[in-house]
């Protein structure tokens, strides 16, 4: 939880460092990188499907192996295995989580626009932060969850090699 908060504050001021420092460039800069935030928010939804099936099909070839179930090495596997599963259902969440907060700050910034008049102000500066936050966050995720196919592969290459 903290590794994700301090990519969320240091997203965050990067940020706001180049809405304050560059204004006019900051727009469409932000702009294309926040329109592929709901495609990542996609991949991470199937991906977290995908992963948690195949770890899910993992726990029950593990638990129904009646020779080992009694070993420590397997008691530790399958504990493993369900802490993965949790952790597949919370990077899900977290990352629906963070799509309507960036949906919603999306709404603010959007009745704060930047005009020529005026080319900087806070309220959009601070929100179109948050997004980015958002969409940094959400890219971590999502390398989190690809992190975890490793894992469960590393798993079941150890409970292939046990049998």
Request: proline fraction near 2%; include cysteine; aromatic fraction near 12%.
């Amino acid at each position: 939880m903290t590794r994700f908060a301090l990519i969320f504050i240091l997203a965050f001021s990067a940020a706001l460092f180049i809405a304050y420092y560059m204004e006019k460039l900051a727009v469409p800069i932000f702009q294309e990188l926040l329109s592929a935030f709901i495609f990542i928010a996609m991949i991470t939804g199937t991906i977290s499907y995908a992963l948690y099936a195949y770890v899910d099909g993992i726990s029950k070839d593990v638990s129904a192996d009646d020779d080992n179930n009694g070993k420590v090495n397997y008691i530790s596997a399958v504990n493993r295995l369900n802490e993965l599963k949790k952790e597949i259902l919370i990077n899900a969440f977290s990352v629906v989580g963070l799509l309507v907060v960036e949906r919603v700050a999306h709404g603010v910034s959007l009745i704060v626009p930047v005009s020529d008049e005026e080319p900087f102000n806070w309220a959009w500066a601070c929100s179109i932060s948050v997004r980015v936050a958002c969409f940094a966050l959400s890219v971590v995720v999502a390398a989190i969850q690809f992190h975890g196919f490793l894992i469960a592969s590393d798993y079941r290459a150890i409970i292939s090699r046990s049998k």
